[in-house]
T-cell receptor
Framework: GENVEQHPSTLSVQEGDSAVIKCTYS??????FPWYKQELGKRPQLIID?????GEKKDQRIAVTLNKTAKHFSLHITETQPEDSAVYFC?????????FGKGTMLLVSP | EAQVTQNPRYLITVTGKKLTVTCSQN?????MSWYRQDPGLGLRQIYY???????DKGDVPEGYKVSRKEKRNFPLILESPSPNQTSLYFC???????????FGPGTRLTVL
């Protein structure tokens, strides 16, 4: 089955800095790569996703890049704000399952 | 309002006492799944369903059962709960697997 590795597990930045979270996947047939944000005590919510026919996607301060050859994808957050503090999960599709990484706790200090 | 609901939200039970966690969605989604979330392990898929009467195992199915008799409902059944099933459980639905997953509010289960 699909295996998704996510790094780092914890990331601390100062407000205004950029944050980058990286994920690798094992199944070369995977074609959908979403990112979810989970605030403390809340449910995960989609923040951005990318499909295998696209190399990069941007939505305001958030961007995701995908390198299918190397089987890795990354989340980039620019101009971080305290409200960006949360746990972020990457995921990748297998045949009919969605496999999540173990998560990255992002802490943005004012 | 479009939503995924789960019940109960909190449950404390004892080893071996059968329980069911309900999940319902009102968005006419075909794909539904159950996840468990444990510290340091992220979200792990237990079971998923691609449509009515179609269910399959995810990564951690042992000790769980599901059914999908109607499109909107996808209950999770623990026939004989054990302490290692103490966890936070999320139900999710989406139009297909490769669309935004909408998560329920979660069910925190403690098995003593």
């Amino acid at each position: 089955g699909e295996n998704v590795e996510q790094h780092p597990s914890t990331l601390s930045v100062q407000e205004g800095d950029s944050a980058v979270i990286k994920c690798t996947y094992s199944d070369s047939a995977s074609n959908y790569f979403p990112w979810y944000k989970q605030e403390l005590g809340k449910r995960p919510q989609l923040i951005i996703d990318i499909r295998s026919n696209v190399g990069e996607k941007k939505d305001q301060r958030i961007a995701v890049t995908l390198n299918k050859t190397a089987k890795h994808f990354s989340l980039h957050i620019t101009e971080t704000q305290p409200e960006d503090s949360a746990v972020y999960f990457c995921a990748a599709t297998g045949y009919s399952t969605l496999t999540f990484g173990k998560g990255t706790m992002l802490l943005v200090s004012p | 309002e479009a939503q995924v609901t789960q019940n109960p939200r909190y449950l404390i039970t004892v080893t071996g006492k059968k329980l069911t966690v309900t999940c319902s969605q009102n968005m006419n989604h075909e794909y539904m799944s159950w996840y468990r979330q444990d510290p340091g392990l992220g979200l792990r898929q237990i079971y998923y369903s691609m449509n009515v009467e179609v269910t399959d195992k995810g990564d951690v199915p042992e000790g769980y059962k599901v059914s999908r008799k109607e499109k909107r409902n996808f209950p999770l059944i623990l026939e004989s709960p054990s302490p290692n099933q103490t966890s936070l459980y999320f139900c999710a639905s989406s139009p297909t697997m490769t669309d935004t997953q909408y998560f329920g509010p979660g069910t925190r289960l403690t098995v003593l």
